[in-house]
């Protein structure tokens, strides 16, 4: 079949953007992620809550000085473990008397964050289920319906895409899972795996 | 003709958006240009023979850090064995260490390694980094694609582990954690890519500026420092 001359127009362009995009396609490691049932399975609190407060403090630990950050959410939708209207977390890191302590990988945040926390409450240097994946932002569109992305902003189509491969490039948000949805799944996932 | 070319400068802008959007992580800190940076290893002999032959766990590390020095600019990493002085932080000394908690706290869910990094905060320069390998693990040394111990459980490539927690150490971060699809010994989770990519490679060089041929350790192999008393 001939090329209509307006098509071969694009010729130029379909071959490298063809060859970029089938190389961004390429899997970029492989690893075991935190899946959604795990990360229901080995939460001790589950909630969605506001970041009302972020407090950097040094503590002495055996020989070592070592700054943590504890960040207080209050709880506006208290899902499993917790009936309490604030929630406070320790993360190693942080930023005091002009030094800074990091980890790469720890999430940081800010007052205003909203969350959906997946957390354990035994002491570690960071409480979230999976390190980052047990931790998703919640964002309203501008329908004004509230959606959830992953802690670094990409759009959460369903919980089975929690800790899956990262196709990299950051979608719409309207893509993203509606938060009422999401909250359903976990109930789902709560009664599945007898915790509620 | 005018028409195709317009959609020929359409493509390359695209291209280049693509590419500039497909890129290395970096933290935002760094070392003083033309710091030696020094890696304290102490990690000691195996009890078992490693996979690779490696006879002790630190030169396994240091070959880590020898390969980051073919690519680094600027700056360049040394090591100085001591397995008998006790870490600690803040200490001056950049220990490579393993842990069963990270200076009093247990590691977080899933953790394999971490690297804690100390930084002035008016001007985001590195002063200390401490890596620490969680114990809890099973390690060894090998190329090619994870393996997996005769129990089942993931056994894990040190010098692979070592390379990721060593571009932290620079002023790296995961590329995959922004939302890119690369290649990279930096990606969040370990996996089959056992040596530093390109993706890699650009990251440092952006931090630090291109390797100098003169600058290298290729041809010198891991340089060791007689040890600095703490």
Avoid at chain 2, 79 to 93: G, H, L, S
Wanted: net charge neutral; charged share 20%; hydrophobic share 40%.
């Amino acid at each position: 079949m001939p090329i209509p001359d307006k098509m071969r127009l694009f010729i130029p362009a379909i071959v490298p953007l063809g060859l970029v995009f089938s190389a961004a396609s390429v899997r970029a490691t492989t690893y075991a992620p935190v899946t959604f049932s795990e990360l229901v399975d080995r939460a001790e609190v589950i909630f969605v809550g506001d970041v009302v407060d972020v407090r950097p403090y040094t503590m002495r630990v055996r020989d070592n000085t070592i700054i943590k950050t504890r960040v207080t959410f209050s709880v506006s939708d208290p899902i499993f473990g917790t009936t309490s209207l604030v929630e406070v977390f320790d993360f190693l890191g942080g930023e005091t008397g002009g030094v800074g302590m990091a980890v790469a990988g720890m999430p940081t945040f800010a007052i205003g964050d909203r969350r959906v926390v997946f957390a354990r409450r035994d002491r570690s240097i960071n409480p979230i289920v999976g390190f980052t994946q047990g931790l998703l932002q919640v964002r309203r569109d501008d329908n004004g319906v509230d959606r959830v992305l992953t802690e670094k902003g990409a759009p959460l189509v369903g919980p089975e895409s929690i800790g899956a491969f990262r196709r990299g490039g950051y979608a719409a948000l309207s893509s993203s899972m509606r938060l009422a949805d999401f909250r359903g799944r976990v109930a789902q996932a709560l009664a599945e795996a007898h915790k509620k | 003709m005018r028409a195709r070319w317009v959609v020929v400068g359409i493509t390359c802008a695209l291209l280049f958006a693509v590419r500039s959007g497909s890129a290395y992580s970096p933290i935002g800190r760094q070392w003083t240009p033309g710091t030696g940076i020094v890696m304290q290893l102490q990690q000691g002999t195996p009890g078992a023979a490693l996979v690779d032959g490696s006879p002790d766990w630190d030169l396994v590390t240091a070959d880590a850090l020898t390969t980051w020095n073919t690519v680094l600019g600027g700056v360049s990493f040394a090591a100085t064995r001591d397995t008998a002085a006790p870490p600690a932080i803040p200490n001056d000394v950049n220990d490579v260490i393993w842990g069963d908690d990270v200076y009093g706290d247990p590691f977080g869910d899933g953790v394999v390694a971490i690297t804690v990094s100390l930084y002035r905060v008016d001007d985001n320069i590195t002063t200390e980094a401490d890596v620490i390998f969680n114990r809890k693990y099973r390690w060894d040394s090998y190329r090619g694609n994870m393996r997996r111990a005769s129990d089942g459980s993931a056994l894990v490539d040190l010098r692979r582990v070592a390379l990721h927690e060593f571009g932290h150490v620079l002023g790296l971060n995961h590329p995959d954690d922004s939302g890119q699809t690369v290649r990279a010994i930096m990606n969040s989770h370990t996996g089959d890519i056992d040596r530093l990519q390109q993706d890699d490679v650009d990251g440092v060089t952006s931090i630090y500026g291109p390797a100098k041929a003169a600058d290298t350790m290729q041809s010198r192999g891991p340089r060791f420092i007689p040890h600095r008393p703490l």
